[in-house]
């Protein structure tokens, strides 16, 4: 019942879009015309295989305290590092890019890269977890729209933001990995988390785009499994799309991903289709399915054109999505059966490649407009603003009630929204809880960002949970090596699917072992590569 009335609501949406009012503010956070970086000197920036500003397009896009930071994967040749961050309280529309970490964890743009090393390939998605640590995504693919060279096999790296170092590696087993997968996007579930566990319990969702499905990773027991449903799968009615005057064909399959976790309900949508699905939390967590049963999808409804970015709220069970050829962004309650258009604008929203309610601020909706179809058409404008971090306030429900800024630690709030189109936060500068850093390291240089003088002050909270509760930083502790040789039922269920035949051996990786940057910290410990210890105690390590 739900499918037929959102799939009504949204055909009459489409059809009165361009004429109605639309109501919510659409803010534009920053905007530019092409990326740039942060690149040290002896780069080879002129290289066009090493740097094309051209070929390099954002996917993906997660809000933090103090920065907002921005996967580009290695789409095509050109890409000098898929994972960078810039501060949230910087000035001017189009800051330059900071490589994140630093560049040592991008030598795989220099094509001379070592996979048993720390470092990132290709990042589609990040997301960032309750104890403010990074999840990056790693698909491990280069050039996945050129020659789709499998550079490394897909990984996901753990950072903790207080100290920016890698906490934790995680490899996926063969078993889960098909010789075309391509992982796109990822959804952490902390609802059964416990807080003593610092968030190394929690389930985590991943789409195969190319070889479509849903890997489970279960981070408590350190268990991977696969599903997949023919709601996965491309449509082929649905290959093209066509964003005001311009149509492309693209057949991917499920990359749109989102969470419900009051409902325990993981949304998806592949690209090439009109329509959106649910399957619950407690069938993916199940482990992989027998051989002949059938994963319980369901078909929630129809959109009206295909579309990429999907967000669900905290709370109240919203749907946030944006379809290609309204250039808009919708939302849909399944459980009021309310519907409503928050955004039409021709120039800023076109296609919004993702979508985020980031606990760390309170009630905004952003998105992330790339205009990937003139990139992917090679008719992109170097004199338009192609790509664009947008902000619409008072959508989403938080997750817990606000705090009050009284009890904020310092530096983390209020924010200062202006009357201009953008926005000022103020420096992260360290709580008073937090232990002082030894006197041998010297102290970074905070300085908090001054509110404007003519600026109409509206505060709102964060969601502070942690930081309230002085639990970071955490101490962290090395995790057990965990044998992996040993057969598990999870891998020989594996859903039933049998791996694609070898046809010829893996490629070796790398350059006689040979890499061009050195490693982060020299003085991690790989457990035999399956993890890595975890960061020094955040009072003995300097910030990046």
Same mark, same amino acid.
């Given at each position: ?13 489409s059809l009165y879009l361009v004429g109605s009012e639309v109501v919510s503010k659409l803010e534009t956070v920053k905007q530019w015309s092409f990326l740039t970086y942060n690149f040290p000197w002896e780069f080879p920036a002129n290289q066009k295989e090493f740097y094309n500003p051209e070929n390099i397009?954002?996917?993906? +896009? ?8 921005? @996967?580009?994967?290695?789409? &095509?040749?050109?890409?000098?590092? $898929?994972?960078? *961050? ?39 998605? +990040? ?34 933001? %207080? ?60 268990? $991977? ?35 419900? =976790? ?17 399957? @619950?939390?407690?069938?993916?967590? /199940? ?25 669900? /709220? ?10 290609? $050829?309204?250039?808009?962004? !919708? ?20 296609? !919004? ?15 992330? $407009? *790339? ?13 338009? &603003? ?11 429900? =938080?997750? !817990? ?30 709580? *008073?809880?937090?232990?002082?850093? =030894? ?11 001054? !509110?404007? /003088? ?35 039922? &999870? ?30 910290? %020299? ?22």
């Open positions: 019942m739900y499918g037929r009335r959102f799939g009504c609501l949204v055909a009459l949406a397009v954002a996917t993906g +896009i997660e809000v933090g305290y103090d920065r907002i930071f921005i @996967a580009t994967p290695r789409l &095509f040749s050109g890409v000098p590092a $898929t994972l960078s *961050s810039i501060p949230r309280g910087s000035q001017g529309d189009s800051p330059v890019l900071q490589a994140y970490p630093d560049w040592s964890h991008h030598a795989a743009g220099t094509k001379q890269y070592n996979c048993s090393d720390i470092g990132l390939v290709s990042v589609y998605r +990040i997301r960032i977890d309750s104890c403010n640590r990074l999840w990056a995504l790693d698909a491990g693919v280069s050039r996945s729209l050129e020659d789709f060279e499998v550079t490394c096999p897909p990984k996901i790296l753990v950072y903790d933001l %207080h100290t920016d170092q890698v906490v934790r590696r995680i490899d996926f087993p063969p078993e889960v990995v098909r010789r075309e997968s391509l992982y796109t996007n990822i959804i952490i579930d902390e609802t059964t988390s416990r807080p003593e566990n610092n968030c190394d319990d929690v389930f985590v969702y991943i789409t195969d785009t190319v070889a479509p499905g849903i890997v489970v990773y279960d981070s408590g027991k350190d268990l $991977t499994w696969r599903v997949s449903h023919p709601a996965m799968y491309p449509d082929p009615d649905f290959s093209e799309s066509t964003i005001l005057e311009h149509r492309f064909t693209l057949m991917d399959g499920v990359v749109g991903l989102a969470f419900d =976790p009051e409902a325990e309900i993981v949304y998806f949508q592949p690209l090439a289709t009109d329509r959106l699905f649910s399957v @619950a939390t407690s069938a993916l967590r /199940s482990g992989p399915l027998p051989f002949g049963k059938e994963l319980p999808v369901k078909l929630v409804g129809r959109k009206s054109s295909q579309g990429i970015g999907l967000a669900a /709220s905290p709370r109240g069970g919203t749907i946030f999505y944006s379809p290609f $050829t309204e250039t808009a962004v !919708a939302s849909w309650n399944p459980r009021t059966n309310e519907h409503a258009i928050l955004a039409q604008d021709q120039e800023r929203l076109q296609f !919004a490649a993702d979508i985020r309610t980031p606990a760390r601020d309170g009630t905004a909706l952003y998105i992330l $407009t *790339s205009r990937f179809h003139r990139f992917f058409l090679k008719n992109v404008d170097g004199n338009d &603003f192609n790509t664009r971090i947008l902000r619409i306030d008072g959508l989403v429900t =938080p997750t !817990a009630p606000s705090v009050p800024s009284a009890l904020l630690p310092s530096g983390f709030g209020p924010t200062y929204e202006t009357n201009s189109a953008y926005y000022s936060l103020p420096a992260v500068t360290p709580s *008073s809880q937090f232990k002082p850093l =030894p006197q041998t390291v010297p102290l970074p240089n905070y300085r908090p960002a001054p !509110a404007p /003088s003519n600026a109409h002050v509206k505060p709102y909270a964060f969601i502070q949970n942690y930081f309230v509760n002085s639990k970071q930083p955490y101490a962290y502790e090395p995790v057990p090596i965990i044998d992996k040789t040993k057969n598990n039922p &999870f891998f020989v269920l594996n859903s039933g699917e049998k791996p694609f035949p070898a046809t010829r051996q893996r490629p070796q990786y790398g350059l006689n072992g040979e890499i061009f940057f050195p490693k982060i910290n %020299h003085h991690f410990n790989d457990f035999n590569g399956l993890r890595y210890a975890k960061s020094l105690r955040a009072n003995l390590t300097a910030n990046h």
